[in-house]
T-cell receptor
């Protein structure tokens, strides 16, 4: 089975722009979660989507949004980029169930100038 | 309060020796899961091992084992026979299942950078 894929892998944007990141989960996985990783804040949960519905949300401003499509692929969008949004954005997918593991993609490295 | 605490920012171990990476957690939820992930410099998070709060036995996966001490709220990762390829950042994470059991949200610790030396 193919793993979680994320596109693009690297991205450079300037302040004020917006960006869309894409995540394709492992086949059969309906849950997709997004995390932000920075040196200062570590790994932080952004949100989770399951069956096209946002099921959990972390403590991030409304500039961060996401959606999930019927094929479970997910996108996250960050509007009005700030320098502090520079980070590694990781997507993870899993089957449904308590002991089910989240499998991560390679991440998208976003640099905001 | 920190939900996951990893007190070792960096660790060194000789090749072929065992190493223990510490993790303590804090939760009032009686049902939770504990995970360990490895993150090489490439950035991808690699799942290593899982322990459920109701599991009676400590989890093992090949060279990885989890020393789960529920009363102490600790879930230390033990890597046996370290290899050079084990050099990476290691994260402990927790998922709280709550009353409904639904939802995936992992809370991560700050990580431990492990360096395996010859």
């Amino acid at each position: 089975k193919a793993g979680v894929t994320q596109t693009p892998r690297y991205l450079i944007k300037t302040r004020g722009q917006q960006v869309t990141l894409s995540c394709s989960p492992i086949s059969g996985h309906r849950s997709v979660s997004w995390y932000q990783q920075t040196p200062g804040q570590g790994l932080q949960f952004l949100f989770e989507y399951f069956s096209e519905t946002q099921r959990n949300k972390g403590n991030f401003p409304g500039r961060f949004s996401g959606r999930q499509f019927s094929n479970s692929r997910s996108e996250m969008n960050v509007s009005t980029l700030e320098l502090g949004d520079s980070a590694l954005y990781l997507c993870a997918s899993s089957l449904e169930g308590r002991s089910e593991t989240q499998y991560f993609g390679p991440g998208t490295r976003l640099l905001v100038l | 309060a920190q939900k996951i605490t990893q007190t070792q920012p960096g660790m060194f171990v000789q090749e072929k020796e065992a190493v223990t990476l510490d993790c303590t957690y804090d939760t009032s939820d009686p049902s939770y899961g504990l995970f360990w992930y490895k993150q090489p410099s490439s950035g991808e998070m690699i799942f290593l091992i899982y322990q459920g709060s109701y599991d009676q036995q400590n989890a093992t996966e090949g060279r990885y084992s989890l020393n789960f001490q529920k009363a102490r709220k600790s879930a230390n990762l033990v890597i046996s026979a370290s290899q050079l390829g084990d050099s990476a950042m290691y994260f402990c994470a927790m998922r709280e299942y709550g009353l409904t059991g639904g939802g995936n949200k992992l809370t991560f610790g700050t990580g431990t950078q492990l360096k395996v030396e010859l």
